[in-house]
């Protein structure tokens, strides 16, 4: 069965430093989500990326965060200069459509970020 | 604005007994609503979900749930508890229409007991 992958699974960095977190979406589908969790908390939605643009984003998302799809696989979420609350689980997701029918969102293992 | 609640931040069942998880659900017009599943140091497994139709949903690993527009609730059930089905269960919902975007609950925490 298809899987939304995602990498690293876990990294530590010290606070100020940019991140990159890595998504590889399922191979067909157009819609692409970065979700996060802290620890203990609901799960929150940061931004949806359709066709190479933002499509919706949170309050969360503000501009330290950005997304790219730097090719046709990868869709990376990028925190330029991290925060002690940026500690978080990050989920990559995707879905085939964005509007229609419902469309069944699918969530990577997620990355789990530490910032000390 | 469209929200999710989840009552209970934990729910104790035994293995073989129906377990409930309740979910109750705020939203503009028609609701589409889905339950996740999140086993430990894993991410969001699909469940099962509700768009229209038969208001008695069946899901993966045996679970099933019933939407109620009256009482605005999602609860998912089983009718037989598996030990491994002890994980972190979220409820979501999305406005059929606007925004795709679906609101997450906080998360129950099912714990299922030999």
């Known amino acids: 069965e298809p899987e939304v992958t995602q990498t690293p699974s876990h990294q530590v960095t010290q606070m100020g430093q940019e991140v990159i977190l890595r998504c590889v979406p399922i191979s067909n589908h157009l819609y692409f989500y970065w979700y996060r969790q802290i620890l203990g908390q609901k799960v929150e939605f940061l931004v949806s990326?359709?066709?190479?643009?933002?499509?919706?984003k949170s309050e969360i998302f503000d501009d330290q965060f950005s997304v790219e799809r730097p090719d046709g696989s990868n869709f990376t979420l990028k925190i330029r200069s991290t925060k002690l609350e940026d500690s978080a689980m990050y989920f990559c997701a995707s879905s085939a459509t964005g509007t229609a029918s419902g469309n069944t969102i699918y969530f990577g293992e997620g990355s789990w970020l530490t910032v000390v | 604005a469209q929200s999710v609640a989840q009552p209970e931040d934990q729910v104790n069942v035994a293995e073989g007994n129906p377990l409930t998880v309740k979910c109750t659900y705020s939203?503009?017009?028609?609701?589409?609503l889905f339950w996740y599943v999140q086993y430990p140091n894993r991410g969001l497994q699909f469940l099962l979900k509700?768009?229209?139709?038969?208001?008695l949903v069946k899901g993966s690993y045996g679970f099933e749930a019933e939407f109620n527009k009256s009482q605005t609730s999602f609860h998912l059930k089983k009718p037989s508890a598996l030990v491994s089905d002890s994980a972190l269960y979220f409820c979501a919902v999305r406005a059929s229409g606007g925004s795709y975007i679906p609101t997450f609950g906080r998360g129950t925490s099912l714990i299922v007991h030999p």
């Open positions: 939203v503009s017009g028609n609701p589409y």
């Open positions: 509700y768009i229209t139709g038969d208001n």
């Open positions: 990326f359709y066709n190479n643009e933002i499509s919706e």
